[in-house]
Structures are given as C-alpha cells and as structure tokens.
C-alpha cells in the first residue's frame, strides 16, 4: 500500500470478488484472535489488519501487523500454520526489531542497506522468538518452505 493511498479505494477495486470479500472475513476474524494474543504478549495495544494488497505476505510499522490478503488464496490448515507463522514473525519484529530514528537504522539507510539489514534482522528475531517461545519454531518453519 502506498503511503496516503485510500482505503476505502483499495477494497473497491472492480476484480474483488465474493470469495475476495469471503477470504478477508475470515482473514479479518482470524487477525482479531492474534490481535489479542500479540497484544497479552507484549504488553502493547498491537493492530493486526488485513490488507488487500502489497510488496510482502506481512509487514508490519511498529505499531501494527498487516496481513496481505492478496498471498493467501485458501484458508486450510497449511494455509492458517503459514498465517500464523507470519503473525509471530511480525510480532517478533515489534518486540525486537530496532525502528527508524535509531542510530543504527540511521546508518543502515544512509548506506542504502536496508535489504541487506531486513534479511539478517528476520533470522535474528526468528532466534530469538523461537528461544523465547520454543513451539512456535513449528509456525516459522513453515515460511521457509
């Protein structure tokens, strides 16, 4: 999603189809139930949404987790280990992950590394929320494959 774009626009696209609007309820009640663990787990009001569309499965701002509705085509019980899979690999990132403003990320974007910085970034948090939580080895594991 770009940055200003509307909402409201995003989802009125003409190619949504029942099972679009289908999926994201479902997407959306399922978002609900993680919202409230993420949030029992950090001690933090984290926002789980569902997002029509955009660059990665799940992204998320510090503040929120998106879900990209667009990478998940079925809701089976590979497709909701993958889903929550992401959901605690996005957590990880809010509870470990250096945001913008830091020397460090600072650095990071003057040297135009951020590509770099985000790979070695998402096998460092997946450590240490796998350390921190060992059984969810068995949902992260899921998105290497």
Partial sequence: MLIGQDLDEMWRKPEVTVEDQERALQLGALCRVYEQADRVLTGDPVIVNVMPDGDAPAWSDGQAI???????????LET???????????????????RRGTDLIKWVLDHDLMGSANILEDQRIETLLVARYPRSEEHTSELQS
């Fill in 66 to 76: 998106y879900i990209n509705q667009e990478e998940i085509t079925d809701i089976d």
């Fill in 80 to 98: 909701l280990t993958q889903v929550t899979g992401l959901n605690y690999h996005e957590r990880a990132h809010h509870s470990y992950t250096l």
